[in-house]
Nanobody, 125 residues
Framework: QVQLTESGGGLVQPGGSLRLTCAAS????????SGWFRQSPTKGREFVAG???????SYADSVKGRFTISRDTAKNTIVLEMTNLSPEDTAVYFC???????????????????WGQGTQVTVSS
């Protein structure tokens, strides 16, 4: 059984930064691709960033240059570093595992087999 647990969400002012972490049990991130999606009442679920097993990364246009996805194999976590946050980034952020993903598959939610429960990110002054 694979379980994913996100952490690091919270309230931050516009222009601020947050670091989200996704910890996994039952699977190692070395064996699988992974990614972050977010969901808000106005936009539904949308792709944020992903990284496949080989380390190739993909980002949504709206976060390029501001967000960075990385993998810590020693801790078996994936990290989403978010900078220069704006109110439009407010959402629940979910991590997921994407087995055998090629780079072009990362933005597709149906490529993912397990999801975490999500962590709330609120950007507001």
């Amino acid at each position: 059984q694979v379980q994913l647990t996100e952490s690091g969400g919270g309230l931050v002012q516009p222009g601020g930064s947050l670091r989200l972490t996704c910890a996994a049990s039952g699977r190692t991130f070395r064996e699988t691709g992974s990614g972050w999606f977010r969901q808000s009442p106005t936009k539904g679920r949308e792709f944020v960033a992903g990284m496949n097993q080989s380390g190739s990364r993909s980002y949504a246009d709206s976060v390029k240059g501001r967000f960075t996805i990385s993998r810590d194999t020693a801790k078996n976590t994936i990290v989403l570093e978010m900078t220069n946050l704006s109110p439009e980034d407010t959402a629940v952020y979910f991590c997921g595992t994407c087995p055998r993903c090629i780079k072009s598959s990362l933005p597709r939610a149906d490529s993912y087999d397990y999801w975490g429960q999500g962590t709330q990110v609120t950007v507001s002054s």
